[in-house]
């Protein structure tokens, strides 16, 4: 109570002696929305005069001290967050559900209750941004740091009294059997939803690769047709390279005379297979040796017409990943298995 209010409540003033005014200042606001407090708090102002004074002295007092911060309360089981509203001043209060509502949504809620928010964030105490997919019963169980615009309030995490290992458990049942209803219930749209999404993904890829599959057709049987020509070119060069010999034994020379032109020829071919080895690090095989070249006539090839060969990969790689993707989840919704007697069906 007042100083000078109580004395007057007690026991009344003495005679001659000038009585104090109060005054009340200041006006209560209600919020304009539900859950909304008022920030300003009536006062009461004590004016006393007393005989030696010229002119009035005044003192303020609050019967209610307004805060700023932002505070975490439960009530009812939930959580309760109270903060100020920066442009309409306003204290507010966000009844929120842990185990479903992430911290994205609650930070727009927060935005779509104040239009003047621009920014909000949710930072941990030693400074990392929180992801907007995390729980807010994850958030809540640590101090954290919320961001509204330029202002950084530090709030804490309230105290919950510490459960019984019964209790626990059958919280944990809950919790277990909530979600397999959530599932139950859900389950099906998802699955459409991403079916949907997968077949416009399959659309969209189809799309991107069709001209190059166009390209990569013409390049391909350019590179197969130079690689055939060159095989038959290989044999014609080996049956020629016989007949001069068989012509240069018995019409021109002797055996005596080509024996030792036989013998080098076949050390060079030798010395040719052992330098092939050394440069590719793989033994000629003529179906290697084969598919090389024809990588080297693609490749060639595909640099003169500007085909990408990564980004027909990487295309490719998407578009298996998808169809592999959608063939597991058509086959549970029409079979009704689960994908392990499907695997085994396979």
């Known amino acids: 109570m007042l100083p000078g209010l109580g004395r007057a409540l007690r026991g009344g003033w003495r005679g001659g002696e000038p009585q104090p005014q109060v005054v009340l200042a200041g006006r209560a606001t209600r919020g304009r929305r539900a859950g909304c407090l008022p920030l300003p708090a009536p006062q009461v102002q004590l004016l006393r005069q007393t005989r030696s004074w010229i002119h009035q002295k005044g003192a303020f007092y609050s019967t209610l001290v307004p805060s700023d911060g932002v505070t975490v309360n439960y009530r009812y089981g939930l959580p309760v967050i109270t903060l100020t509203l920066p442009t309409r001043g306003e ?11 992430t911290v994205g949504a609650f930070l727009q809620d ?6 003047g928010i621009e920014k909000a964030e949710v930072f941990a105490t030693d400074g990392s941004k929180v992801s907007d997919t995390t729980l807010m019963e994850v958030l809540l169980m640590n101090d954290f740091k919320l961001v509204i615009n330029n202002t ?3 709030v804490s995490a309230p105290k919950k009294d510490k459960l019984s290992s019964e209790h626990a458990t ?3 049942d809950i919790k277990s059997l909530v979600h397999r209803l959530f599932v139950a219930v859900h389950i099906e749209d998802h699955q459409i939803r991403k079916e ?14 069709l001209p190059l599959e166009q390209m990569k057709a013409r390049i391909t049987d350019s590179a197969d047709a130079k690689t055939t020509r060159l095989l038959w070119v290989g044999l014609a060069l080996m049956s ?3 007949g001069a010999l068989a012509w240069l034994t018995w019409w021109v020379y002797s055996w005596d005379i080509m024996e030792p032109v036989t013998y080098f020829i076949t050390y060079g071919s030798a010395m040719a297979f052992y330098a092939y080895f050394i440069l590719t690090k793989q033994d000629y095989i003529y179906p290697g040796a084969k598919d090389r070249q024809f990588l080297h006539y693609f490749y060639r090839k595909s640099k003169s017409q500007c085909f990408s060969v990564q980004q027909y990969n990487k295309l490719k790689e ?4 998808a169809e592999e993707s959608l063939r597991r989840l058509r086959q549970p919704l029409q079979l009704r298995l ?7 069906k396979d």
């Open 91 to 101: 204290r507010c209060q966000f009844t929120v559900k842990p185990m479903v509502v």
């Open 110 to 115: 927060v935005q779509r209750e104040d239009k």
């Open 240 to 242: 020629t390279q016989g």
């Open 196 to 209: 949907r999404e997968l077949l416009q993904k399959l659309e969209y890829l189809k799309e991107q690769l």
């Open 338 to 344: 689960p994908i392990q007697q499907i695997n085994e």
């Open 170 to 172: 059958e919280m944990e």
């Open 152 to 154: 950084t309030h530090s």
């Open 318 to 321: 998407d578009l298996a990943e």
